[in-house]
T-cell receptor, first 114, second 112 residues
């Protein structure tokens, strides 16, 4: 079956531009997570949705980062006024529901801010 | 808070060698433990998992046993292949809304 998909795969933005990153989770998965992965590091949690409700956004690094999942399926991570330190791979993962279940990851979006 | 510590790489082995990648964790309660693998140019793939103490996860010749007494989940494979070259991440989940906690990853290089 279809896995988690993300678009675009690569994004180059000039400093100060706004970007929007899309995630299509596995159909029927209730839980959706966003992670940020810096070069040579493990992914770090950004935010979590259960259906359309954003239950945890404690990992978002600043108020320039905003995420939504309005209909409980597709999610968008938006970064306003991008900075160089925002350059990273942004990973989306979905899970059947909240709990100690495995998460399935998309291929990621590599964001480069110049 | 939760944390995962895994051996730093790169780890370089010859084909058919025995592999161990160490992973230890700190968590409240009883987390589930995972190994994910990231092949060059690809996303994270679940390699194996264990959900309770003494469980052994296995897949593609890799194994890891959930050791509660030593808070460890070491990854092993008896005979590695060049195609196993990748970055391996140990991770845990306590079921909370803050997702998985990952280690920093171990870059494995297998030479023919």
């Amino acid at each position: 079956g279809a896995g988690v998909s993300q678009s675009p795969r690569y994004k180059v933005a000039k400093r100060g531009q706004d970007v929007a990153l899309r995630c299509d989770p596995i159909s029927g998965h209730v839980s959706l997570f966003w992670y940020q992965q810096a070069l040579g590091q493990g992914p770090e949690f950004l935010t979590y949705f259960q259906n359309e409700a954003q239950l945890d956004k404690s990992g978002l690094p600043s108020d320039r980062f905003f995420a939504e999942r309005p209909e409980g399926s597709v999610s968008t991570l938006k970064i306003q006024r991008t900075q160089q330190e925002d350059s990273a791979v942004y990973l989306c993962a979905s899970s059947i529901r909240q709990g100690r279940y495995e998460q399935y990851f998309g291929p990621g979006t590599r964001l480069t801010v110049t | 808070g939760n944390s995962v510590t895994q051996m730093e790489g790169p780890v370089t082995l010859s084909e058919e060698a025995f592999l161990t990648i160490n992973c230890t964790y700190t968590a409240t309660g009883y987390p589930s433990l995972f190994w994910y693998v990231q092949y060059p140019g690809e996303g994270l793939q679940l390699l194996l998992k264990a959900t309770k103490a003494d469980d052994k996860g296995s897949n593609k010749g890799f194994e890891a046993t959930y050791r509660k007494e030593t808070t460890s989940f070491h990854l092993e494979k008896g005979s590695v292949q060049v195609s196993d070259s990748a970055v391996y991440f140990c991770a845990l989940s306590d079921g909370g809304a803050d997702g998985l906690t990952f280690g920093k990853g171990t870059h494995l290089i297998i030479q023919p």
